[in-house]
C-alpha cells in the first residue's frame, strides 16, 4: 500500500536525500516512470533478502514471506515468535540488515546504487538515521546484559524501521532499553521510505529551529535563515512541521485515551499507542514483549482507525476528511431549496 503512494509523495513532498527536493523529483520524474524505478528498488530488495534468507538455511516459503515482510516493513511472521522462531544468527543477521535498508529514504538508496556515495552521505537525514541507530544499538547492548550484538542491532533496526519483527525479548531487560527502543520507534524511520513514524526529517527540521531559537536568545536581533543540505527552508515548511509535531502527540495522546480501557497497564497502553501510530505493533506487557491482542471489537477498531492515520500520515487523512465534510456542506443547501413546497 506504501508503495502505491511514493512517487506522488515523493514528487510533491519536500524530502532530503542529497537536496531536498531535487534528487527525489529525478527519481520520479513522471509518475509511471518513478512508479517503475520505485517498484524496481523494491523487487531488488525483496529478490535480495529472499536469497539471503534462503543462504541462511530458511525453506522457500519463509524466504519469501519474510523477504516481503521486511522490505515493506509489514512485520508480518509465519510463527507466533517471530524472527526468534529460528534461534539463528545468519537469518537475525538478513533481517537486521533489510530492516534498516527498508527504513531509509527511497531517493538514498536510488544514489546509493547508482555510486553517488559521497552525495549521500551529504544527506542531513541519512546522517541523522545511521546515527542515532548506531547511538541506540550501543545504549542497548552495553546496558540490557542478556542482547548480544546482533540481537541489539536487530531490535533497533526493528523499532527505528517500524517494521516490529521480534528476535528476543528485550522488555525484560531494563527501563533504558525499553525507553531506547520505545523513543526510536516513535521517531521511526526516514521520510520517503515505507516505515511509518514522526520521520527523520521532521526530527531533524526541529532541532535545527530549536538551535536557531537559542541562538535568538542570545542575539536577538539577529536573522538567520534555516538551511538544510544547502538549500533554505522556507519559513511556511517549518510551521507545517511543527503543526505536524502537535497534531502527531495529539494524536498519540487520543489514541491512549481511546485505548485506557484495556487490559494493560499504563506502559502497555503508551507502548500500544507508539506502536499502533507508528506501525511497529509491539506492546511492552509487564516484562513481556507482545503483539496486540485481546482487544475488543470497539478497541480493534480505534486501534486499526490510527494505524490507519500513522501510516498515512495526519495530513492526508485531515485532507480527505475535509473535503467529504465540505462536499456534505455544498450539497445540504442544494437540498434545502428542493425541500417541500
Not at 106 to 123: E, M, N, P
Not at 149 to 178: C, K, P, Q
Not at 236 to 264: D, P
Amino acid at each position: 500500500a506504501g508503495l502505491g503512494v511514493l512517487p506522488v509523495a515523493i514528487a510533491g513532498a519536500e524530502l532530503v536525500p542529497h537536496s531536498p527536493l531535487e534528487a527525489s523529483r529525478r527519481l520520479v520524474r513522471g509518475l509511471w516512470s518513478g512508479t517503475r524505478r520505485i517498484f524496481g528498488l523494491y523487487l531488488l530488495l525483496s529478490s535480495s533478502l529472499m536469497i539471503g534468507f534462503l543462504l541462511a538455511g530458511l525453506s522457500v516459503f519463509d524466504a519469501v514471506s519474510y523477504a516481503m515482510s521486511v522490505s515493506s516493513t509489514g512485520g508480518f511472521a509465519n510463527h507466533a515468535d517471530s524472527i526468534g522462531h529460528f534461534d539463528d544468527q545468519a537469518v537475525t543477521t538478513v533481517a537486521t540488515v533489510g530492516m534498516f535498508a527498508a527504513g531509509g529514504n527511497l531517493a538514498v538508496v536510488w544514489w546509493a546504487f547508482r555510486g553517488a556515495y559521497v552525495s549521500v552521505w551529504k544527506s542531513t537525514e541519512l546522517r541523522l538515521y545511521v546515527c542515532l541507530s548506531f547511538i541506540g544499538f550501543v545504549i542497548v547492548w552495553a546496558s540490557s546484559g542478556d542482547l548480544g550484538v546482533i540481537e541489539s542491532a536487530f531490535a533497533v533496526a526493528s523499532v527505528v524501521s517500524t517494521t516490529g519483527l521480534r528476535s528476543a525479548n528485550w522488555a525484560g531487560t531494563n527501563d533504558l532499553v525499553v525507553t531506547i527502543l520505545i523513543v526510536g520507534a516513535g521517531i521511526g524511520a526516514m521520510s520517503a521510505s515505507v516505515g511509518s513514524g514522526f520521520r527523520m526529517a521532521r526530527v531533524a527540521r526541529i532541532a535545527i529551529e530549536l538551535r536557531r531559537s537559542l541562538r535568538r536568545l542570545l542575539y536577538p536581533h539577529r536573522v538567520e535563515v534555516i538551511r538544510m543540505d544547502g538549500v533554505a527552508i522556507d519559513e511556511e515548511s517549518l510551521e507545517r512541521t511543527i503543526t505536524f509535531l502537535w497534531m502527531h502527540t495529539l494524536a498519540l495522546g487520543a489514541t491512549a485515551l481511546f485505548l485506557n480501557a484495556t487490559n494493560y497497564d499504563l506502559l502497555g497502553t503508551l507502548t500500544m499507542a507508539i506502536g499502533l501510530m507508528s506501525n511497529v505493533g509491539l506492546v511492552v506487557d509487564g516484562s513481556e514483549l507482545s503483539n496486540v491482542v485481546d482487544l475488543s471489537d470497539m478497541s480493534r477498531a480505534v486501534a486499526a482507525f490510527f494505524m490507519v492515520l500513522g501510516r498515512l500520515s495526519i495530513y492526508p487523512v485531515l485532507l480527505t476528511i475535509g473535503g467529504i465534510g465540505r462536499w456534505f456542506r455544498r450539497a445540504r443547501p442544494a437540498r434545502l431549496v428542493e425541500g417541500p413546497k
